[in-house]
């Protein structure tokens, strides 16, 4: 699953920088932002260690910033950035209990709205993806991001070529509920983390010089 999320980034990113009129790459790209989220709440809830797990998060979103600048030039902040604050958000929820559901309510929405208002990459779209995968269980989590996907894409400026990443979304869910003691072989850990920052330096630089 880790490695089908790097492939189709990479595709993605490639298809943004070098071949923009190719459609195709970008609705390949779609399925690799679901998978990321997916991940991210997976390790933050396996974690031993919440405290290193996001100064290492911030850490990756540092590093692919200027790669990521001049990958694509734009000065948006990249998507790691979104996971990152993200993290926060439900590290923040799930220190509050129920009673304080209508706090939590309101950080979500100032997290989301801080996402958008910084440029975030997917903004509050991304934020509210990684609470679907966190706060949603079993088949329901397609449902779920359907639902959220449809309401950006009618009225949050998507381009509906977002629909696609739903399949991803399918492709974990069915995977839990019918695989759920499956080992998928994963790929290194200092590749997982590296990937980001470094296939967005190479493509940087490959636009510099050419």
């Not at 100064?55 to 990756?60: A, P, V």
């Not at 977002?162 to 995977?175: D, N, R, Y």
């Not at 759920?180 to 470094?198: C, D, E, G, V």
């Not at 190479?202 to 636009?207: K, Q, T, V």
């Amino acid at each position: 699953m880790q490695w089908l999320a790097m492939i189709t980034m990479l595709t993605d990113h490639l298809g943004y920088a070098f071949f923009p009129d190719e459609r195709y790459l970008r609705v390949i790209g779609r399925i690799a932002f679901p998978i990321y989220c997916y991940f991210l709440v997976l390790g933050y809830q396996r974690t031993r260690n919440v405290r290193k797990y996001t100064i290492r998060l911030l850490l990756i979103a540092a590093l692919s910033q200027l790669p990521f600048m001049y990958a694509f030039d734009i000065t948006n902040l990249n998507v790691v950035c979104t996971l990152f604050i993200s993290l926060l958000l439900m590290i923040v929820i799930d220190k509050l209990s129920l009673k304080y559901f209508p706090v939590s309510l309101l950080l979500i929405l100032i997290v989301g709205w801080l996402a958008d208002q910084l440029h975030m990459d997917y903004g509050m779209y991304g934020v509210l993806l990684v609470l679907v995968f966190r706060y949603t269980t079993g088949y329901w989590v397609i449902v779920a991001h359907l639902a959220l996907t449809v309401v950006f894409v009618l009225f949050g400026g998507f381009s509906d070529i977002q629909v696609f990443s739903v399949l991803a979304t399918a492709l974990i869910a069915i995977h839990l509920n019918l695989y759920p003691k499956t080992k998928l072989y994963s790929p290194p850990r200092w590749i997982w983390r590296s990937f980001y920052p470094a296939h967005l330096a190479i493509i940087a630089i490959i636009r510099l010089v050419f």
